[in-house]
């Protein structure tokens, strides 16, 4: 797969999920808690990414790997087929590969 562009991100721990209005683009938030992380699209459009964490013990949702350095990878990969940007990218150790 031909990578098109990457886009970096930076985790942002939290308990309680920020209003999307005061989420800032390249931002992953992620609540450990609640199992879930959002962030605005890495493509640039804006529009709402939510991934499901699911420590690896169902088949839904992301697996979330946090490295020693602090980035952080999510598997499988993204797609946002139902937003209007149609745009696929594999985020890992903090940076988002578009494909």
């Known amino acids: ?31 450990e ?24 013990n169902s088949n839904y949702g992301w697996d979330m790997v946090k490295e020693p350095n602090g980035s952080v990878s999510f598997t499988p990969s993204v797609g946002n087929y139902q937003q209007a940007c149609n745009t696929h990218y594999i985020m890992t150790k903090n940076v988002a590969n578009f494909v």
């Open 1 to 31: 797969m031909k990578t098109l562009f990457k886009q970096e991100y930076q985790p942002v721990f939290v308990e309680i999920m920020p209003p999307f209005n005061e989420m800032k683009f390249g931002k992953v938030y992620i609540s």
């Open 33 to 56: 808690k609640y199992n879930t992380s959002t962030h605005k699209c890495l493509c640039g459009c804006g529009e709402r990414v939510v991934l499901p964490i699911n420590h690896g």
